[in-house]
């Protein structure tokens, strides 16, 4: 298993970033797939869900109505759209195919600052 975030950044309050991650060594469409993010000191929280068929999504409620969840199956690659970001969502983020994060791979770093 293979799981390649990229997309992450420095940016300012408000603004918004795409980041994706690319999949590989399994079937990626038979997933569920997450996103986490960990900031120093702090555990490995899980940010959003997105069904196998990318019809069911969930969010931890800090990001509800900010962040947005979706995957091409056929590109074998999850998305998370971050808008109106925050200071506090500076962190590391990951994703992976199980709810505990474990098959997370690489992360992208995101860093909210002005």
């Known amino acids: 298993v293979q799981l390649q975030a990229s997309g992450g950044g420095l940016v300012q309050p408000g603004g918004s970033l795409r980041l994706s991650c690319r999949a590989s060594?399994?079937?990626?469409?038979?997933?569920?797939m997450y996103w986490f993010r960990q900031t120093p000191g702090q555990g490995l929280e899980r940010v959003s869900s997105?069904?196998?068929?990318?019809?069911?999504?969930y969010y931890t409620d800090s990001v509800k109505g900010r962040f947005t969840i979706s995957r091409d199956n056929a590109k074998n690659t999850l998305y998370l759209q971050m808008n109106r970001l925050r200071s506090e969502d500076t962190a590391l983020y990951f994703c992976a195919k199980d709810t505990g994060g474990n098959t997370r791979g690489q992360g992208t770093k995101v860093t909210v600052s002005s």
């Open positions: 060594g399994f079937t990626f469409s038979n997933y569920w």
């Open positions: 997105i069904s196998s068929g990318g019809n069911r999504t």
